[in-house]
């Protein structure tokens, strides 16, 4: 494809369903990146993938965040009993390599009611 | 930790001016990379400019150029000859080389008026 695609584009979630959001990279690129973004702020880091392997997490606001790249393609960000503060958009991100500028999705927005 | 700081939360400014938005970082690293991302009402963010710390020349793209002063830690961005579609919030980011991950300012919200 063109360029990253997140879906679904939009989410609403009740308070404590679990949610799975879908990120597709461009293709060949090795970084992959997650980001969460409030409303009205800069996104701020979750995690990092280099090709299927999870080198940085130290972003995820708690245990019940958990991401995955099996293939070191595709990328799903899984959120475990959402909360009323989950609610904030998250941009997914590639790279083509290490240190290179990352080309971002739409965002999938997220909120819970 | 890493700051980037952007203390204009909001800009406006008529078509066909010269705008510039202000950035300062905080770091102790010496090698690391600065960006200036454009978000437009559609959420996805635009790489607009980048620049690597190790060169002293600044970046420039089309109508956009920075202004990168290492010592005093600031990377401000120059828009020139503003044109609508510029209108979005702009995003000052910084990355080390060994992190990987983007540090992002709070926005500036920018809007050119006809």
């Known amino acids: 494809g063109a360029g990253v695609s997140q879906s679904p584009r939009y989410k609403v979630a009740k308070r404590g369903q679990d949610v799975a959001l879908r990120c597709d990279p461009i293709?060949?690129?090795?970084?992959l990146f997650w980001y969460q973004q409030a409303l009205g702020q800069g996104p701020e880091f979750l995690t990092y993938?280099?090709?299927?392997?999870?080198?940085?997490k130290s972003g995820l606001p708690s245990d019940r965040f958990f991401a995955e790249r099996p293939e070191g393609s595709v990328s799903t960000l899984k959120i475990q009993r959402t909360q009323q503060e989950d609610s904030a958009v998250y941009l997914c991100?590639?790279?083509?390599?290490?240190?290179?500028?990352?080309?971002f999705g739409q965002g999938t927005r997220l909120t819970v009611v | 930790a890493q700051t980037v700081t952007q203390s204009q939360p909001e800009m406006s400014v008529q078509e066909a001016e010269t705008v510039t938005l202000s950035c300062t970082y905080d770091?102790?690293?010496?090698?690391?990379?600065l960006f200036w991302y454009k978000q437009p009402p559609s959420r996805q963010m635009i790489l607009v400019i980048r620049?690597?710390?190790?060169?002293?020349q600044n970046a420039t793209e089309n109508r956009f150029s920075v202004n990168f002063q290492k010592a005093a830690k600031s990377f401000s961005l120059k828009i020139s000859d503003s044109q609508l579609g510029d209108t979005a919030m702009y995003f000052c980011?910084?990355?080390?080389?060994?992190?990987?991950?983007?540090?992002f300012g709070q926005g500036t919200r920018l809007t050119i008026n006809p």
């Open positions: 993938f280099q090709n299927e392997a999870q080198l940085d």
């Open positions: 293709s060949g690129h090795v970084s």
């Open positions: 620049q690597e710390a190790y060169k002293q």
């Open positions: 770091t102790s690293e010496s090698n690391y990379y």
């Open positions: 991100a590639s790279g083509p390599r290490e240190n290179t500028e990352a080309f």
């Open positions: 980011a910084f990355m080390t080389q060994g992190a990987q991950k983007l540090v």
